[in-house]
T-cell receptor, first 115, second 114 residues
Framework: AQSVTQLDSQVPVFEEAPVELRCNYS??????LFWYVQYPNQGLQLLLK??????LVKGINGFEAEFNKSQTSFHLRKPSVHISDTAEYFC?????????????FGQGTILTVHP | NAGVTQTPKFQVLKTGQSMTLQCAQD?????MSWYRQDPGMGLRLIHY???????DQGEVPNGYNVSRSTTEDFPLRLLSAAPSQTSVYFC?????????????FGPGTRLTVT
């Protein structure tokens, strides 16, 4: 079965510290991978996506993610976080082919940045 | 561009009542979908549409109906509300039904069924 697992439900971190949010996926076919962010009481917004090519993907707000096919991972990183990065982050994938635009989401990771 | 709009923002229903959650997009997007968000479960796909007149079921379709008579609108109908349908509902759209396109999400409808 195809699935996405976000390994941490909550990640507390101090301002200006680095952060890594972990995501592993399980799929028998090639996938397209996404990270979305949800600020409090808002909809989801795309941070970055991996379709093909370079395994290091840069997104908005200084975030980046690395696709690792052998470890089936797509971890999200930021070298120095701000208070404004406090939000819930979702990893998602699409299996391509006849799956159209259907996204399978992970459970979400709540990032809390403390001053 | 208003993007993806959803109404209402909040709704309280009694068990057994029916209602329609509205979703509209003004970006001429081909693909639209509905998700529900529950704590600790991420978002799960309810129904989706690859174009006007074409809809299909997602992961959790039971208790919900959809139709797509125009490109812009994709309403979600709850036939007979149950407490298990208490959730936050998000509508999303993308330019194409191809897999790599960014999906744009509405602000959500928070539904409580008592």
């Amino acid at each position: 079965a195809q699935s996405v697992t976000q390994l941490d439900s909550q990640v507390p971190v101090f301002e200006e510290a680095p952060v890594e949010l972990r995501c592993n996926y399980s799929s028998s076919v090639s996938v397209y991978l996404f990270w979305y962010v949800q600020y409090p009481n808002q909809g989801l917004q795309l941070l970055l996506k991996y379709l093909s090519g370079s395994t290091l993907v840069k997104g908005i707000n200084g975030f980046e993610a690395e696709f690792n096919k052998s470890q089936t991972s797509f971890h999200l990183r930021k070298p120095s976080v701000h208070i404004s990065d406090t939000a819930e982050y979702f990893c998602a994938f699409n299996a391509g082919g006849t799956s159209y635009g259907k996204l399978t989401f992970g459970q979400g990771t709540i990032l809390t940045v403390h001053p | 561009n208003a993007g993806v709009t959803q109404t209402p923002k909040f709704q309280v229903l009694k068990t057994g009542q029916s209602m329609t959650l509205q979703c509209a997009q003004d970006m001429n997007h081909e693909y639209m979908s509905w998700y529900r968000q529950d704590p600790g479960m991420g978002l799960r796909l309810i129904h989706y549409s690859v174009g006007a007149g074409i809809t299909d079921q997602g992961e959790v379709p039971n208790g919900y109906n959809v139709s797509r008579s125009t490109t812009e609108d994709f309403p979600l109908r709850l036939l007979s509300a149950a407490p298990s349908q208490t959730s936050v509902y998000f509508c999303a759209s993308s330019y194409s039904s191809g897999p790599g396109y960014e999906q744009y999400f509405g602000p959500g409808t928070r539904l409580t069924v008592t």
